[in-house]
C-alpha cells in the first residue's frame, strides 16, 4: 500500500475514526482515492506514500464529517426574527405568518445556501432537512456540494407551497423524480407532526414510504402541549396513535421526542425508530430536556441536529454535540451522561445510521466516503491538548474547523468556502432582510 499513488493523503497530528468509542489514532494519513477512503496509514508508511495532493494538518483532529439529523436550512433567513417564545406561540404567531408572506422557491434557494455555508463552516456534511419547494433545497444541495436529505413537507392545511395532504404529497414525489439520479440528494417524506397530520394521511406516509422505500422524517413528542392535545384530541399520546398507525419502524426518524414515558422510550426501541435531538432549540423554545441517556441505554439510536437558524439561532453541530453532552448531565445530575466520545459517536454514525448511509459515512473507514472534517486545536483555547475527544466536544469552536470534504472534494479550505462565495451569501441574505421589512 505504501506506493500505491493517493488522489489526496491527508496527515493528521489525531485522527478520531469513531470506529470505536475512545480511539484515537495520533501521526497518521489517510490516502482517497475517487472520493473514498482507500487507506489509513500507519506514521511509518507515510514517507513512501504519493499523492496528487498532499495535506498537512499538523495540529489538527481529523474526523467524519457531522451529521445534522434535523433541520429547516432556509429559516436561516428568519434567524432573529422572534426569540424567546413557546413553540406554538412562535409557530402560529410569528414563524408561520412569514413564511406565508415569504417562502418562495427563491427564498429556499438562497436561504439553504448560506445555511450550507454556515454548517460546511461548522463542518456539517450532510443534512436531514424538511421545509418547502424541495427543488430549490436539492438544486442548493447540489450548488454546493452538500449531502442533502430533503424532506417533503406534508401538511393538512395550505400553505405557499401546498394545499392540502395529497397536494404536498403530489408535489414533492414529482420534485423526487428531478433528482433521482444524484448521489448527494436523497428524499424523505415528512409530514410535519402529530398535531399537524391526520390518520388517513399518516396511513398513506406509511405507504408510501415503503412502495417507493423512503425514510419518514417527523416532529414527535416536541413539547408538553402537544402531547397533552393529542390526549384530548385522539384520547392517546402521539406516539400511542403513531404506532397504531404503522409509523414506528427503522424508517422514521423522530425529531425532538422530549417527553417520553419508560415504556414509550421501550416502545421506540422495539421499533427500530432512530431519534433526532435538537438541545439548543429544546432549551431556546423551553420545550424540555429529552431523556437521551435512557434512550441511550435502551438501544436507541440517537443522532443530533440543530433544528431551524430560527429557533436555534446557529447551524453549528459542533456546539450542538457540547450540548447535547452538557444538557443530558444536567438533565439526569450525572456527569458521566453522555461522555465526549458517545456525543461524537452521536453527531456522526449515529447520524448515518438514521439515515441508511452508514455503509458510506459516519466513520473514517477504508472504503467509506471521504466525508471529512479538519479541526485546528493549535489555537490558544485549545491549548494544551491532553486529549483531541475532549475538545472537540468541549473546547473547540467552529471557527477552528479548517477543511471539510464531501466525496473528498474540499469544500471548505484553510476555512474558506470553495463552492460558495461568502460576500453572495452575505449580499442576498440582506436583500431578504430589506424585503421582508418592506411587506
Ligand atoms: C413542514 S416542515 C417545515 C415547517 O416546520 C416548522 N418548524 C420549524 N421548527 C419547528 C419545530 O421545532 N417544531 C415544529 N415545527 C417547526 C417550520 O417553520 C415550517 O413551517
Ligand atoms: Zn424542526
Known amino acids: 500500500m505504501q506506493n500505491t499513488a493517493f488522489d489526496q493523503l491527508i496527515c493528521a497530528r489525531w485522527i478520531i475514526p469513531v470506529e470505536q468509542d475512545g480511539q484515537v489514532l495520533e501521526n497518521h494519513a489517510v490516502g482517497v482515492r475517487n472520493g473514498r477512503i482507500v487507506a489509513i496509514l500507519r506514521p511509518e508508511e507515510i514517507a513512501g506514500a504519493s499523492a496528487a495532493e498532499h495535506i498537512n494538518l499538523p495540529q489538527h483532529v481529523l474526523m467524519p464529517g457531522l451529521i445534522n439529523l434535523h433541520g429547516h436550512s432556509a429559516m436561516t433567513l428568519l434567524r432573529g426574527m422572534a426569540d424567546d417564545k413557546a413553540l406554538m406561540d412562535w409557530l402560529q404567531n410569528h414563524i408561520w405568518p412569514a413564511e406565508g408572506k415569504h417562502v418562495s422557491d427563491a427564498f429556499v434557494f438562497d436561504g439553504a445556501l448560506l445555511a450550507m455555508g454556515e454548517m460546511f463552516r461548522s463542518g456539517t456534511t450532510t443534512i436531514n432537512d424538511m421545509y418547502f419547494f424541495h427543488a430549490a433545497m436539492a438544486r442548493a444541495g447540489l450548488a454546493a456540494g452538500m449531502r442533502t436529505f430533503v424532506g417533503c413537507s406534508i401538511l393538512e392545511f395550505p400553505t405557499v407551497y401546498g394545499q392540502n395532504a395529497d397536494d404536498y404529497i403530489a408535489k414533492g414525489m414529482a420534485e423526487r423524480q428531478q433528482f433521482l439520479g444524484e448521489e448527494l440528494i436523497t428524499f424523505t417524506l ?212 479548517s477543511h471539510v470534504w464531501v466525496n473528498g472534494r474540499a469544500v471548505l479550505r484553510e476555512r474558506t468556502l470553495t463552492t460558495l462565495n461568502e460576500a453572495e451569501l452575505k449580499a442576498k441574505a440582506e436583500d431578504w432582510r430589506v424585503r421582508i421589512l418592506a411587506k
Open 190 to 401: 415528512a409530514p410535519h407532526a402529530p398535531y399537524t397530520v391526520s390518520d388517513d394521511t399518516f396511513r398513506k406516509v406509511v405507504t408510501l414510504a415503503e412502495q417507493e422505500d423512503m425514510l419518514i422524517h417527523c416532529h414527535i413528542h416536541e413539547t408538553l402541549d402537544e402531547v397533552n392535545g393529542s390526549i384530548d384530541q385522539y384520547q392517546q399520546r402521539p406516539l400511542a396513535r403513531l404506532a397504531g398507525l404503522g409509523l414506528l419502524s427503522p424508517r422514521l426518524i423522530a425529531a425532538h421526542m422530549v417527553h417520553l414515558s419508560d415504556e414509550e422510550i421501550a416502545l421506540v426501541a422495539k421499533h427500530g425508530v432512530s431519534i433526532a435531538h435538537n438541545p439548543t432549540s429544546n432549551m431556546k423554545l423551553a420545550s424540555g430536556i429529552a431523556p437521551v441517556q435512557k434512550l441511550l441505554a435502551a438501544g436507541v439510536n440517537v443522532g443530533i441536529g440543530t433544528d431551524g437558524a430560527a429557533s436555534n439561532n446557529k447551524l453549528d453541530m459542533l456546539s450542538e454535540t457540547r450540548m447535547g453532552a452538557l444538557l443530558a448531565k444536567v438533565g439526569t445530575l450525572d456527569p458521566t451522561a453522555v461522555p465526549a466520545a458517545t456525543a461524537i459517536r452521536m453527531a456522526t454514525l449515529h447520524g448515518a445510521q438514521a439515515l441508511g448511509i452508514a455503509d458510506k459515512v459516519g466513520t473514517v473507514s477504508v472504503g467509506k466516503q471521504a466525508d471529512l472534517i479538519a479541526v485546528d486545536l493549535s489555537a490558544v483555547e485549545t491549548s494544551p491538548q491532553f486529549d483531541p475527544i475532549s475538545h472537540i466536544v468541549y473546547a473547540a469552536g467552529r471557527e477552528q474547523v
